[in-house]
C-alpha cells in the first residue's frame, strides 16, 4: 500500500504510522524525521534544514522534492510505504504525481487525521521525542516508561524547539495556508479518507483501520467474508 498522510501538526500522524506499519508491512517516511536526522549529524542538508526548522517554518520544496524523488526509490520502501509529513505544498503534490508516474507508482489512500487547535495544543505542549530514533511520547497521554530513555534504549528524549509555543503557532498558520489546500487536492483525485483524530489513539487507531483494511485486502485480492 501506499499512504499518504495529511493532518496538523500535533494530530498524531507520526504515533499512528508506526501502528499502521506494524500492521500492514509498510515502511514510514517521515520528511521531519529525516531533516532532523541530517541535523543531527551535521551534515549540509542538516545545516540547511536547521535555518526553517527551529521556527517552524517549511523547508523550501526544492530541497525536499529532491529528497523524496531519491528515497523513492530506494528498495526499503519497496513493498509499500507512508508518506508522513510530505507532501505539505500544492507544489510538492504536484511534483509527487510526476515522480510516482516516472517510477510507475500509484497511490491507493490520502488519510487526513482532522484535530482541532485546542487539542493540538495541548497535544503538541506536552509532546516529547527521542532524539535518536524519533518516536514521540506525550508526557501525560503516552509517557515513556523511562522518562529519559525511549523503549528502543539509550535514547534522549527532548522538547524539539519547534514545539514551542511561538513555533507552534507559526506551524498551525502555515498548515492553514500552505497544507490544507492539498484536503481539495487529494479529494479530487478521490484519494482522501478523513479521520476523527479526536480520542484516546486505539480509538482513532480504529478508525484508521476501518478505512485501510478493505484497500489492503483488496490490494491483495482477498475478501474476507
Ligand atoms: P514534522 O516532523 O513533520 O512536524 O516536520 C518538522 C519540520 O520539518 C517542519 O516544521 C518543516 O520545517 C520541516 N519539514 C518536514 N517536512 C516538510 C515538507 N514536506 N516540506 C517542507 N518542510 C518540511
Redesign the pocket.
Known sequence: MKIIFLGP??AG??TQSEAICKEYGVTQL???????DNIRQGTPLGKE?SK??G???????E??INI?REELRKPYLSKGYIL??????VR?AEELDDILKEYDQTLDVALVLEVDVPDLVRRLAGRRTCRNC?RSFHIVFNPPIDPDDCEIGGCDIYQ?P?DSEE?VKN?LR?YEEMTKPLIEYYEQKKLLRRIDGAGEMAEVYKRIKDVLDPIYYNSLNYHPI
Open positions: 501538526p500535533g500522524k507520526g517521515s520528511t521531519g524525521n529525516l531533516l532532523r534544514a526553517y526548522i521556527g517552524g517554518n517549511l523547508v523550501p520544496d530541497i525536499i523524496i508522513d509529513g510530505y507532501p505539505r505544498t510538492q524519533g524539539r519547534d513555533a506551524r502555515i
